[in-house]
Structure formats: C-alpha cells, structure tokens
C-alpha cells in the first residue's frame, strides 16, 4: 500500500504539473518569434504589397479630391476583419493621382475637404481646428504636427487601386 | 478612442482634447418572446455599428465607453440614479460633453433627472443589418447623430 503511494501523483499534483507545463509552453510560443526576428529580419511579414481596387476609374479622377471608401481584410493578432477605409483622391496639377488618408495626424479624427467654410480649399479637422493644405501638408499652428500620410496607388486596367498608407514627416 | 489599453494610454496623453463620451445604453433579457429576443440583439448590432463608425472619425475627440446594460424589466428610476453615478465618474476626467445613445425610449421620459444629454433614436425593432435599404436608413441616421454632436461641439 504505502509502497504505491510513493508513486502515485496526486491529483494536485498533477494539475500543478500540467499547468507549469502549458505555461512554459505559452511562454515559449511567445517568446519563440521574438527570437525569430531576433535573429532572421527576413522572415518578419511583409505588411505592404497589397493593392485593393478603390471603385473608381482613372478618368472619374478630377483635380477636385473626391472621397473614396474602399474595404481591406485586415488580420491582427486576434481577429480577423473587414475595414472601411476612407481616401481623399484627386489629379495633382502635373496630371499625377494623390491618394491622401483623411486620419487627422493629431489624434485621429478624419478630415473633410472644403466643407468648412472658413477655411476653402483646404483639408479640415472637426475635431481641434486640424488645417492641411491641399496637397495633405498641415498648416502651422494647428494641433497636427505631420501632413497627411499618402496611400500607394496604382492604376490597372483603368481602375484606381490603393495600397498601404505611407505616413510622412513633416516638412 | 475606445475602452481598450491602447486608447487609453493615448488618452492619458491628451486628454484635453478628447472632451466627448459616448455611452450606449442597451436593455438587456433573455425571457421574453422570440420576436423580443430577435429585437433586442438586432438594436445591439445597429448599436455597434453606429457607434464603430462615430468612434472611427471622431477618435480624437470622442471616447466611445462599453455599453451601460440594463434589465428590460428594471425599473428606470433605479436606472437613472445608476446612471448619473456613472456620470460622476466621467466627471473626474475632463469630459465637457456625456452623450447617452439609446434606442429605448423609456428614457426619454425621465430625461430631465439624468445628468448627460440624452440622444435617443427611433429604429425598427427588426431588421437585416446587412440589407441595402436597412444600411442607407443606418448611416443617414448616423449622420444626423454626427450632425448633433458637432452642433453642440461648435456652441462653445
Ligand atoms: S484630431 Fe484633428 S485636430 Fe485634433
């Protein structure tokens, strides 16, 4: 009897075990793709690289920014989604398409092209009075420090097609 | 901003910028009929939508808090003191501006005892979120609710 006690694990005991088993192994699972990138920046995603279609065709683009909705699958660490995501696109002077992001650089708000009328022609922030320039460059003296970030676009088979959000530094 | 770490350590940032609170108000049961039941997860989903979408392009400005849930059957005075406690809480930060959403409009009767200002939407008790027609009616309401809260943004 005793004999068989010594080897007998208790229930206890075993759910402890089991339990420090499972988080070790949590912790190796996250600590496992730090070392990753630690060690191999090659093998770290590739977040860009992904065109969706914008709806809208090369020749409806004017010098006029116009707003765009466009959906993208968007994958974090815990769900999976589809995102609206919102453009302001029009035809520089030089013929050349921006795709401007409405993200406010302050704090997030989305700005509105000529809808406030003290402020014509220019990209505005509901929010704290944000001002951007036409071309999404942020005017001094308004809460955002950044000009607006620019999306990667491209144009195939007439169709406009928008990519990553390309933040920039302020001028 | 929503009710979730990053946000928060945004908000702690900045504050005084972010001077709207947002708290949905939604019943909650599980006894009454089927049609009941359909209705009341159908408010929850526009629920959620609106205010997605209202946190979306005003982050900077409105802080969107987890839903305030209530017992369908409870009665509105205990809720209403339950809910103006919530209101002191808010009230520590500097929030200048507590909107309540709500669909249910046992609300509306009591209003004046809340603290906060009361926005209350009329809906369909059913529908198909994902439907066309039900979409268009949901972002032209979303609009009006937009239009209202930067109305009162715009009168101080
Ligand atoms: S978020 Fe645009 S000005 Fe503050």
Redesign the interface.
Known sequence: MSKDKKNQVSRRQFLNYTLTGVGGFMAAGMLAPMVRFAIDPVLQPDEGGEFVSAKISEEDITTEPKRVAFNVEQVDAWYESTVEKVAWVYKQEDGSIIALDPT?T?????VGWNDNENYPEHFY????DGLYTKDGVNVPNT?PTAPLAVYEHKIENGILYLGKAIPREEA | MKWKRQDMQQYLKSKEYIDTAIVPLLPFSMEGNDEDLLSLTYQHEVMDVFTERLEKEYKGRIFRFPTYSYLATSKIEDEVERLNGYYEQLKTQPFQFVFYLTFDAKWKKHEKNLEGQLLWLPILKDGDIHQEETKKVILDQNEQITDLIRAYWSET
């Not at chain 1, 302050?106 to 989305?110: A, D, E, I, S």
């Not at chain 1, 922030?125 to 704290?128: N, S």
């Open positions: 406010c302050h704090l997030g708000c989305f922030c509901p929010c704290h809460p």
